[in-house]
C-alpha cells in the first residue's frame, strides 16, 4: 500500500539526502551489469534534480511513501495549459536491485497513477508529457506513446486521455 504526497515538506528533504547518500555508498554495485549500471547512474541524475528542484519549488514535488513511511519513488510535476508534464521521476535507489533492503516494487507505477489522477482532477482527463530519460519503455507498459519530439535518449512521449482512462481501471 503506498501514500500519495503531494508537497516536498522537510521529511521529503531529508529522504530525498538519504537516497543520495544510498546512491554514492550503498549502491556500489559490484555486477557486468551494464543496464543495471546505466539505470543506477541515470536514477541518481534524477534523483539529484529533483532534490534540487523540491528545495526551489516544493509544491511541485510528488511521492509516493511506502506504510512504513519510506519515500519510495518521487517527481517534479509542472501544470500546463493542457496537461501536467512530468518534468523528473525517480525511485529510490534500492529498488533497482531486489535483493536490497527496503526494496519496493510498484513504488513508480503507482506514483503515475497518483499523477494521472490529479491531471484529471485538475481537467486535463488524465494528459501527462513526459521526457522519458532513459525509461521509454516503462512508460510505453503504462500507456504512453512517443510524440516525435525529444532525442533518441530521452523522447516525448504521452499519455493520452484514453490511455490515461484504461490506466486508471488498472489496480495498483
Known amino acids: 500500500m503506498f501514500f500519495a504526497i503531494d508537497l516536498a515538506d522537510a521529511l521529503v528533504h531529508s529522504q530525498l539526502r538519504e537516497w543520495l547518500f544510498a546512491t554514492t555508498t550503498n549502491l556500489n554495485v559490484q555486477t557486468n551489469d551494464l543496464e543495471l549500471l546505466r539505470r543506477i547512474q541515470t536514477n541518481a541524475r534524477l534523483i539529484s534534480l529533483i532534490q534540487e528542484t523540491a528545495l526551489l519549488q516544493p509544491a511541485d514535488f510528488r511521492g509516493i511513501r511506502d ?3 519510506t519515500l519510495q519513488a518521487g ?5 500546463m495549459n493542457d496537461h501536467l508534464y512530468l518534468d523528473y521521476i525517480a525511485t529510490a535507489p534500492w529498488n533497482l536491485i531486489p535483493t536490497l533492503p527496503n526494496y519496493c516494487q510498484g513504488a513508480a507505477k503507482s506514483l503515475i497513477h497518483s499523477i494521472v489522477r ?5 481537467g486535463y482527463n488524465g ?3 513526459v521526457d522519458a530519460v532513459g ?3 516503462f512508460y510505453r507498459k503504462m500507456g504512453f506513446v512517443e510524440t ?3 532525442s533518441v535518449n530521452a ?3 504521452v499519455l493520452t486521455s484514453e490511455a ?3 490506466l486508471m481501471e488498472e489496480n495498483v
Not at 490529479?118 to 485538475?122: L, Q, T, Y
Request: no cysteine.
Open 118 to 122: 490529479e491531471s484529471s482532477d485538475r
Open 75 to 79: 517527481a517534479i510535476v509542472t501544470e
Open 155 to 157: 523522447p516525448e512521449m
Open 148 to 150: 516525435g519530439e525529444g
Open 135 to 137: 525509461s521509454a519503455g
Open 127 to 129: 494528459r501527462i508529457i
Open 67 to 69: 506504510e512504513r513511511g
Open 164 to 166: 490515461a482512462k484504461k
